[in-house]
């Protein structure tokens, strides 16, 4: 089965691969088992660099050798190299993490906080804003403004994004229940969609074309489409401001 220049593209992205790893390991998995020399040819890789590709895949852990004369390769189910994949990825998150932890309580980052504060001063009302386009980049962005919240959380949207919202609220939740973090969510949702949430936050049922999320009632972000379009062109603007947001939360905050 001949696989399309995209697909290897993508598993190269994918699995942090070369593009000649990419087209032997998707030949070898094909074949089951094979010779480098059967596989160089298959998958077009220069048979010079096809033993330096076997070896660097079987210590990756996405072929095995079977000694013997000649000297076969054996494919390695994609269930378990995906274990793998994910595995090595939460070990470089989890060191990442670490690192940064051990930065933040050296005189280097002291450093750092001390040019933020000295420099905020100069910031004018207009410099704290953003355009932000792209839903992922939207997300993303949003979950960082639900991390930092520590007082609460009012977020006005329609019935697609609400599902998205608790996507993005599942941890922030839990850690903020405990020091009194109160949630509130406007959208034209039923009972039914909220059931397993109903006790952790507050949802007001109200028809509304809206999408914001205002935090503390310091900063807010408010999406400048109703987000039907496609995901890329989806576009928001984030202000912080106190005066504009207690404003703005005013206006749209359902009364009591």
Do not use: H
Request: proline share 3%; charged share 30%; glycine share 6%.
């Amino acid at each position: 089965m001949a696989i399309k220049q995209e697909t290897l593209l993508r598993l190269k992205e994918d699995f942090k691969l070369n593009i000649y790893e990419v087209r032997i390991w998707t030949v070898l998995l094909e074949k089951g088992i094979a010779t480098a020399g059967e596989l160089a040819d298959l998958s077009s890789v220069p048979r010079s660099r096809c033993y330096d590709v076997l070896e660097s895949l079987e210590k990756k852990g996405f072929v095995l050798m079977k000694i013997g004369k000649p000297i076969k390769y054996l494919s390695v189910p994609p269930e378990e190299i995906m274990e793998r994949v994910r595995k090595n990825i939460e070990a470089d998150t989890d060191m990442s993490l670490k690192m940064l932890e051990e930065v933040r309580g050296t005189d280097i980052f002291k450093d750092l906080e001390l040019l933020y504060n000295t420099g905020i001063e100069k910031f004018e009302s207009t410099d704290m804003c953003n355009a932000l386009i792209g839903r992922e980049n939207l997300n993303y962005f949003i979950k960082g403004m639900f991390e930092k919240a520590r007082k609460e959380i009012f977020i006005m949207t329609s019935e697609e994004g609400f599902q998205r919202k608790l996507n993005l609220l599942s941890k922030v939740i839990k850690k903020g229940n405990k020091r009194g973090l109160k949630v509130t969510i406007v959208a034209p949702v039923k009972p039914a969609a909220y059931a397993k949430v109903k006790d952790s936050m507050k949802i007001i049922t109200q028809d509304t074309e809206a999408r914001i999320v205002i935090v503390d009632q310091t900063e807010s972000l408010f999406m400048m489409s109703d987000g039907k379009a496609s995901k890329e062109k989806d576009c928001g603007i984030w202000v912080k401001s106190e005066f504009f947001t207690k404003g703005l939360l005013s206006m749209v905050q359902p009364q009591a």
